[in-house]
């Protein structure tokens, strides 16, 4: 018995982002986005087919954290605009913000308290959500879920509504052309992370491994190739794909053990989300292999009947692509990886995971 459901509208093509007039159909809308010349240049573009914004909120930076979400949800409720829709042009940051913001018509408050306690619930707000991403690879455009840090506090909290899911996801890879080569393979590994963790995970469901088999076999192809040819529309064409396909696979069964050891590596030593929640992957897949069937199948349809061989493949693939799988090199002592692996064991996204924790072990040193 399974199900999967998913009820993000969405729109997919190179200038794609030219019908969003029709989208926003005149209602007064909240803009979010970064305080860079890229993203003020999509906001006149967007302003010229829909009309000028309500409000534009564009203190978002990455990683957002309590004190800038604070001070984002107080210029949203101070506004005397009253805005009825979101519209988030960015990455994952920009768009988990906006979903915070989705919920903090009332201030962040009620949001903290109900990311600390789970209380609260009833002094949330829920304002519908456009999301337009810049990055190819969190997905948050179709999860229903931010990824929220306190940095004071040294902790990830996760808000996770099903109110959260945008309306729409409008994913234009022409927007994605200007990104460096570090965002690219970073953001692209974060989606093939999101693949394989829908797959050795406990929530997976055929359509969930369907869509994470494709995004898998489409990133292990066309990333290194994208990253040497960064202007490459067709292949930012095909990386943006493979990343909503992630996203969808993920959207159903949320991350597993990757992702949980990959916070404290984020808030403590400053390394980016895809990195962090990417190096581990070969160890992961090395650790988890005959555990189960459907998920051994999965793989094998990623990396062929060997999966030892295929674990070696993937360890290649972020060797070449210039990622370490040493954790040394992120600054992790042995020392503290030892409990980051027991904390990433017992945490939300970690007990996801379907390997045991002596394998992991073994395999993790
Ligand atoms: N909600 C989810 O389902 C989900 C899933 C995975 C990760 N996340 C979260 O998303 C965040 C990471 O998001 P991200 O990796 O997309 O990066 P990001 O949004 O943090 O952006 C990083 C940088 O990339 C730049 N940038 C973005 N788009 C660009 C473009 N088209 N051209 C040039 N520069 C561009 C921005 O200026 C920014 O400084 C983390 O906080 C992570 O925890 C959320
Ligand atoms: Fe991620």
Not at 84 to 108: C, E, H, P, Q, R
């Amino acid at each position: 018995m399974w199900t999967f459901s998913n009820p993000v509208k969405v729109q997919f093509g190179v200038d794609v982002i030219d019908s969003i007039g029709d989208i926003i159909a005149g209602c007064p809308y909240c803009l979010v986005t970064y305080d860079e010349p890229f993203f003020a240049d999509i906001s006149q573009r967007i302003a010229r087919l829909a009309g000028a914004p309500a409000l534009t909120i564009n203190n978002i930076s990455p990683n957002p954290d309590f004190i800038t979400l604070r001070s984002s949800c107080k210029q949203l409720q101070e506004s005397t605009s009253q805005p009825t829709l979101i519209v988030a042009v960015g990455g994952g940051s920009v768009i988990d913000a906006a979903k915070v913001l989705s919920s903090g018509g009332n201030g962040f408050d009620p949001v903290q308290s109900f990311l600390e306690t789970g209380n609260n619930v009833g002094e949330l707000t829920t304002i519908p959500l456009i999301a337009v991403p810049t990055t190819a690879g969190t997905g948050s455009e179709v999860t229903s879920w931010a990824t929220v840090w306190d940095t004071e506090g040294n902790r990830k909290h996760s808000l996770a509504r099903p109110e959260l899911y945008p309306s729409h996801a409008v994913v234009d890879p022409n927007l994605m052309c200007g990104m460096p080569r570090t965002l690219t393979v970073n953001t692209g590994l974060d989606a093939l992370s999101h693949a394989l963790e829908s797959i050795w995970n406990k929530n997976s469901n055929p359509v969930s491994t369907n869509f994470a088999v494709n995004a898998a076999n489409e990133i292990l192809e066309w990333l290194p190739k994208l990253a040497d040819d960064l202007t490459n529309i067709t292949l930012r064409e095909r990386i943006a794909r493979a990343a909503l396909f992630a996203g969808f696979a993920f959207s159903n069964t949320k991350t597993a053990l990757a992702h949980s050891l990959s916070y404290p590596i984020t808030l403590q030593h400053d390394i980016p989300h895809g990195l962090a929640c990417s190096f581990s992957l070969a160890m992961v897949m090395r650790s988890v292999t005959g555990f189960s069937e459907s998920c051994d199948e999965g793989l094998r349809r990623i990396f062929g009947q060997d999966l030892e061989a295929g674990a070696d493949r993937l360890e290649e693939f972020l060797v070449n692509l210039g990622v370490s799988v040493n954790k040394a090199e992120y600054g992790v002592s042995d020392e503290e990886w030892r409990s980051m692996i027991d904390a990433a064991l017992a945490g939300e996204r970690g007990r996801n995971f379907i390997g045991s924790r002596d394998r992991v072990y073994e395999v993790f040193g």
